[in-house]
């Protein structure tokens, strides 16, 4: 079946310490996005990438770093300079940049 | 600047009750795109609509429907005969006109309804 795949559900992280999120799909969709989801608000987005071996901020990148070697990879690499990082991560891809897009089941992260 | 506004955090209704669902945006572009996601509490996100802003025709899918109206800048989601299924958090959200495809997201109204 097509989709979007997030790895792992859940994750634990220590202070310090850097983690990457996984996001795959086999859409064949060219734009991929990385949103953060805080209790009671609506998402922001963090990174987004329209093609391959390209990407741009968003909205609240700072802690962050993504790549996009494979159209179907874009990983989110939360790192120990995001000073709040407990959150739910959703990642989106769409076939083009104003097309709709379509979720994955999210990263619940949680530091310790 | 772009912004969506979901006036209602949380609407609790009983089943079989009608439901609405409102939406108002703010927007310089002439072109743009709206949407709708529901997100249930298993946390994914769930596409349900997306209308450009050359197209104000209402749209029924089944219990669901929608009132674009410009004038206004709204885009409500009204549930019809609601079930105890439709319990989730509803996402109203803008797409730039720009080519980038970021979606700006309102807080999103929580839909409680009770058997």
């Known amino acids: 079946d097509g989709g979007i795949t997030q790895s792992p559900k859940y994750l634990f992280r220590k202070e310090g310490q850097n983690v990457t999120l996984s996001c795959e799909q086999n859409l064949n969709h060219d734009a991929m996005y990385w949103y953060r989801q805080d209790p009671g608000q609506g998402l922001r987005l963090i990174y987004y990438?329209?093609?391959?071996?390209?990407?741009q901020k968003g909205d609240i990148a700072e802690g962050y770093s993504v790549s996009r070697e494979k159209k179907e990879s874009f990983p989110l690499t939360v790192t120990s300079a995001q000073k709040n990082p407990t959150a739910f991560y959703l990642c989106a891809s769409s076939s083009q940049g104003t097309d709709t897009q379509y979720f994955g089941p999210g990263t619940r992260l949680t530091v310790l | 600047a772009q912004k969506v506004t979901q006036a209602q955090t949380e609407i609790s209704v009983v089943e079989k009750e009608d439901v609405t669902l409102d939406c108002v945006y703010e927007t310089r572009d002439t072109t743009y795109y709206l949407f709708w996601y529901k997100q249930p509490p298993s946390g994914e996100l769930v596409f349900l609509i997306r209308?450009?802003?050359?197209?104000?025709q209402n749209e029924i899918s089944g219990r669901y429907s929608w009132n674009f109206q410009k004038s206004t800048s709204s885009f409500n989601f009204t549930i019809t005969a609601s079930q105890v299924v439709d319990s989730a958090v509803y996402f109203c959200?803008?797409?730039?006109?720009?080519?980038?495809?970021?979606?700006?997201f309102g807080q999103g109204t929580t839909l409680q309804v009770k058997p």
């Open positions: 990438s329209q093609i391959v071996n390209d990407f």
């Open positions: 959200a803008l797409s730039e006109g720009s080519n980038t495809g970021k979606l700006i």
């Open positions: 209308r450009n802003s050359f197209d104000e």
